[in-house]
């Protein structure tokens, strides 16, 4: 099936500074890519979602300005995390969808863990 | 918007029982309806999933049942194995290359 990466699989910043996560879609092409965040023993609660070419659509709740996403090929988005604070760890995944043998399925990144000292 | 609930939000089985985890959802265009499993700190690995235009379907020891009236579906695990312990999250959305809305999730643990 596609394989979707991401990188880096976990990080630790300083509180103010700010982290860039990159999703690529390995082996096919994606128009639109989504973010995810999830927080310890808890669901995925949709962030944005990416689309190549245009301006993200941000969820309800989520800052645009901290929350960077840039979509600027068919196979990279990434999700940039601004003047981060502790409150931003987080398990962030992304997604997008593929072809797989019977039809199209929506391939899930491995995540990035973040964590804000 | 969408508004997905799951239940339990545990579940505890004996080896070779079933296990029935059930959600609801709130939006009548959804016509998409995935479940994931995800084991700890890894990414969400889709198990099955099912279309508006399907009652039911079944893979193996795993199936769904979709009632879209009732806006609720279910997932049938049976004869569990321990290697079925998880978190399982059902899903749904307005087409597969749309955004999904999750549930909460259900613990399962199969006990040997």
């Known amino acids: 099936g596609a394989v979707v990466s991401q990188h880096p699989s976990r990080v630790i910043c300083k509180s103010g500074t700010s982290v860039k996560i990159e999703c690529r879609s390995l082996?096919?092409?994606?128009?639109?890519m989504f973010w995810y965040r999830q927080f310890p023993k808890q669901s995925l609660m949709l962030m944005a979602t990416?689309?190549?070419?245009?301006?993200?659509?941000?969820e309800q709740g989520v800052e645009k300005d901290k929350f960077l996403i840039n979509h600027a090929s068919l196979t990279l988005s990434t999700l940039t995390v601004t003047s981060a604070h502790p409150e931003d760890s987080s398990f962030y995944i992304c997604?997008?969808?593929?072809?797989?043998?019977?039809?199209?399925?929506?391939?899930f990144g491995p995540g990035t863990r973040l964590t804000v000292t | 918007g969408e508004n997905v609930e799951q239940h339990p939000s545990t579940l505890s089985v004996q080896e070779g029982d079933s296990a029935v985890i059930k959600c609801t959802y709130s939006?009548?265009?959804?016509?998409?309806f995935p479940w994931y499993k995800q084991e700890l700190g890894k990414r969400p690995q889709l198990i099955i999933d099912?279309?508006?235009?399907?009652g039911e379907k079944k893979d193996q020891r795993i199936a769904v049942t979709l009632n879209k009236t009732a806006k609720h579906f279910s997932l049938h695990i049976t004869e569990t194995q321990p290697e079925d312990s998880a978190v399982y999250f059902c899903?749904?959305?307005?087409?597969?290359?749309?955004?999904?809305?999750f549930g909460a999730g259900t613990r399962l643990t199969v006990k040997p």
């Open positions: 939006d009548s265009a959804s016509n998409y």
């Open positions: 082996d096919f092409q994606a128009t639109t």
């Open positions: 990416s689309n190549e070419g245009s301006k993200a659509t941000y």
């Open positions: 899903a749904a959305s307005r087409g597969i290359r749309n955004d999904m809305r």
């Open positions: 099912i279309r508006s235009n399907v």
């Open positions: 997604s997008a969808v593929g072809t797989s043998g019977t039809g199209y399925e929506q391939y």
